[in-house]
């Protein structure tokens, strides 16, 4: 079955300072791969998404992603973070096929230091 | 104009009640979904609705029952609510299924006292 790793619960990082979230995936193929953001009292929001091609991905708000085969993995970065990116960050999982079931990581909480 | 849409998105009822909460999406999606979320922020699926069909049910209590009128639509009726339904419930869509891109509610706060 396929599952999803995100080892930091908490993150805290000074404004203006770079940042990586991590991300490990299990699935027996390639993966389609997620990031969301969700922000208190909010529904979640996709940052980014790789399906296929080239592995670092662009996404909003000045995130990006690198999906790196070898190490199962699907780190999201931002080289300066900002006081309004404090958040709850989600990587997810998933693939083509109806009966496909979205997996998501448990999240990693953003705490943003000024 | 927003995109998925619930309602109501406070609940605060008594164990042993029924209640319903209301899904739509006006961006022509196919596909749906009703996720719980608990107080440690974790995300599970419940169910997954494509074209009003029935595709993901995942070890949901049968008290949980979802009903998709017509593929913009899908509510959640809970019946005798317990301690444990206390969660936020939120609602999304895709375009397809397997996986796709999803667009999330706001979210549903159920409390019950």
């Known amino acids: 079955a396929q599952s999803v790793t995100q080892p930091d619960i908490h993150i805290t990082v000074s404004e203006g300072a770079s940042l990586e979230l991590r991300c490990n995936y299990s699935y027996g193929a390639t993966p389609y791969l997620f990031w969301y953001v969700q922000s208190p009292g909010q529904g979640l929001q996709l940052l980014l998404k790789y399906f296929s091609g080239d592995t670092l991905v662009q996404g909003i708000k000045g995130f990006e992603a690198e999906f790196k085969r070898s190490q199962s993995s699907f780190n999201l970065r931002k080289p300066s973070v900002h006081w309004s990116d404090a958040a709850e960050y989600f990587c997810a999982v998933g693939a083509s096929g109806g009966s496909y079931i979205p997996t998501f990581g448990r999240g990693t909480s953003l705490i943003v230091h000024p | 104009d927003t995109a998925v849409s619930q309602t109501p998105k406070y609940l605060v009822t008594q164990m042993g009640n029924d209640k319903s909460i209301k899904c739509e999406q006006n961006?022509?999606?196919?596909?749906m979904y009703w996720y719980k979320q608990d107080s440690k922020k974790f995300l599970k699926i419940m169910f997954s609705?494509?074209?009003?069909?029935?595709?993901i049910n995942e070890t949901v209590p049968n008290r949980f029952s979802p009903k998709s009128p017509d593929k913009a639509h899908l509510n959640l009726h809970i019946n005798s609510l317990e301690l444990g339904d206390s969660a936020v419930y939120f609602c999304a869509s895709s375009p397809g299924t397997g996986g796709q891109p999803q667009h999330f509610g706001d979210g549903t706060r159920l409390s019950i006292l």
């Open positions: 961006l022509g999606h196919d596909t």
């Open positions: 609705y494509n074209n009003k069909e029935l595709i």
